[in-house]
């Protein structure tokens, strides 16, 4: 079926100035493109009037955890209403594939408050193309909603090879584990994860990363880590990445690119400058940030790594010991916890965002600090005891970002969008449902902080450009038609953190390969995504 799109304002993901046009889809592709009012419907064909709306590349999302929603909620309405066509999976380095029983139920437990862990849900698959394979699977009601790209998770790889424990790679472990890399690219995903203050990737050291960087990087692929610290010590920990990229060659692109906690007050120029830098002397660095202060994780994640060794019994029954939990203590509130960013815990910054036990639901939206109040006990306890009752699958927000910060990194030239949205729980961080039409409509229309070609450039083109998208990204003929239609004087986010679960304003359209997913901004039902696999030319498409 074809479809005219008269007179909009086209915006074309390059950065190049907008210009008023008509473009005319046919099937899934972008078949014309030219002056508005130019072109005519022809016969049969549907014809919508852009008259006052602008029409850019559908937004990708950089950093979403949507591995499993994608296929548990098929609607996927959280992401389509603000216009993202396009998900990068796979993220901090722990999903649910390359994986075999016994890595699957560790990882499944330990993300939990990130996915979910339903019981009745068929696991079947193993592999990353087993995985993108289920992506794929069309069923009564389509396939995916959205495109989906995957990044091999190291700290699943470390748990399929090594197990959760924290010891040291042998030579032939780190070969196992890059033989797993190897696979899991030539099956389809264009890089590889980290998540460097989560278990058990954390437990991997420069060198081990480095050999792992080293098989990614000669397939062509990038490394997109979670580093070892937001908070003390943070720019160490960027070096230490900007190092790896460095020394092996392999593109790196910075996973949720910012400066929080107090230490890091308004010090993201200094994070600028560390990658100018190294962008000058031809290191392949881009970065994503999302548009929001608060940071969203698991309660688990604030424990030292030591203690969470081993996996979730093991964590559990070190928690339940009165010496060993004195132990967590200490280093949780007073010496500072790398799963914490070696900061020391603020209780007050740790806000309830989901549970797994639902006794535990009343808990959701509170502080530690305001429960440990509330109850007359001690916050330690407190967090401790939620995490024997959630069996550690607890979510949180974390309250420790800095506008500046924000702001500053958001402009950078390598800047793309990324969510990092947790799309379970009972209040859920917004940016799940806001991210793409706050850049949009606060940080672009309302502050100025980029043009709107900017803005939708730093959405669309250069993300699309980082993996290597096929005919994608871009508004241009022959271009799989992903694309939103939006009004430039409404968009704007309305999630709040007290009501998340909101859709954008001001998105009319939305396009997945052809198919308009939003229609007079209200979903159809249609479900038109494809998994984009990592081809042997070294460019990202469908199967």
């Known amino acids: 079926m074809s479809i005219l799109i008269s007179n909009v304002t086209l915006v074309d993901g390059s950065g190049a100035q ?33 008259t006052g709306l602008v029409l850019s590349p559908g937004f990708i999302d950089m950093h979403a955890h949507s591995d499993l929603q994608l296929l548990l909620t098929p609607d996927h309405y959280a992401k389509l209403s603000q216009g993202v066509t396009t998900e990068l999976l796979g993220q ?125 990087g000669e397939l062509g692929g990038f490394y997109a880590p979670h580093h070892r610290s937001y908070g003390k010590g943070a720019l160490d920990a960027y070096a230490e990445m900007i190092g790896l990229s460095r020394d092996t060659g392999c593109a790196l692109h910075l996973s949720h690119a910012t400066m929080n906690f107090a230490e890091n007050k308004g010090r993201a120029g200094e994070l600028l400058t560390l990658i100018n830098a190294a962008l000058d002397d031809g290191v392949d660095i881009t970065l994503d940030t999302y548009p929001y202060l608060p940071g969203a994780t698991t309660l688990s994640a604030i424990l030292p790594s030591w203690a969470s060794a081993g996996g979730t019994d093991a964590t559990l029954e070190r928690l339940r010991d009165p010496e060993t939990r004195e132990r967590i203590r200490e280093n949780v509130e007073i010496y500072g916890s790398d799963g914490c960013h070696g900061v020391v815990a603020e209780w007050d910054t740790l ?131 992903d694309l939103v239609l939006f009004d430039p004087e409404t968009v704007r986010d309305t999630a709040t953190f007290e009501n998340p679960r909101q859709a954008a304003a001001g998105i009319r359209y939305v396009f997945v390969n052809g198919t308009a997913a939003i229609a007079d901004g209200q979903p159809t039902g249609a479900r038109a995504g494809r998994a984009l696999r990592r081809t042997p030319e070294g460019t990202t498409a469908p199967r």
């Open 351 to 481: 806000e309830i965002s989901g549970v797994q036990n639902q006794d535990l639901a009343g808990y959701v939206g509170r502080t530690v600090e305001q429960i440990a109040q509330a109850e007359g006990r001690e916050p330690f306890d407190v967090f401790t005891q939620i995490l024997l009752d959630d069996r550690c699958g607890t979510g949180i927000l974390q309250h420790v970002g800095h506008e500046e910060n924000v702001r500053a990194i958001m402009v950078h030239r390598t800047h793309t969008g990324g969510s990092d949205g947790i799309l379970v729980g009972g209040k859920p961080h917004p940016r799940a449902w806001g991210t793409f039409p706050r850049y949009l409509g606060h940080y672009c229309r309302e502050l100025g902080l980029l043009s709107l070609e900017e803005t939708v450039h730093h959405l669309t083109g250069r993300p699309a450009a980082r993996l290597k998208l096929d005919r994608r990204g871009l508004v241009r003929e022959g271009y799989a038609a």
């Open 92 to 216: 901090d380095g722990l999903s649910y594939a390359p994986v075999d029983d016994a890595a699957l139920a560790g990882v499944r437990q330990k993300i939990a408050g990130w996915n979910d862990n339903p019981e009745d849900f068929d696991w079947d698959w193993r592999g990353v193309g087993e995985y993108l394979d289920r992506l794929d699977r069309q069923d009564d009601g389509g396939r995916i909603a959205t495109n989906a790209a995957y990044l091999v998770p190291q700290g699943t790889v470390r748990a399929l090879v090594m197990g959760f424990d924290d010891r040291a790679a042998t030579a032939e472990d780190v070969t196992l584990m890059q033989e797993v890399i190897r696979r899991g690219m030539e099956e389809g995903a264009v890089g590889m994860s980290s998540g460097l203050t989560y278990t058990p990737g954390m437990y991997a050291t420069t060198e081990e990363l480095g050999a792992l960087c080293r098989t990614v």
């Open 18 to 50: 907008r210009r008023q046009a008509d473009v005319l889809l046919d099937g899934e592709s972008i078949a014309r493109i030219a002056d508005a009012g130019t072109l005519a419907a022809e016969d049969g064909a549907q014809h919508l009037d852009g």
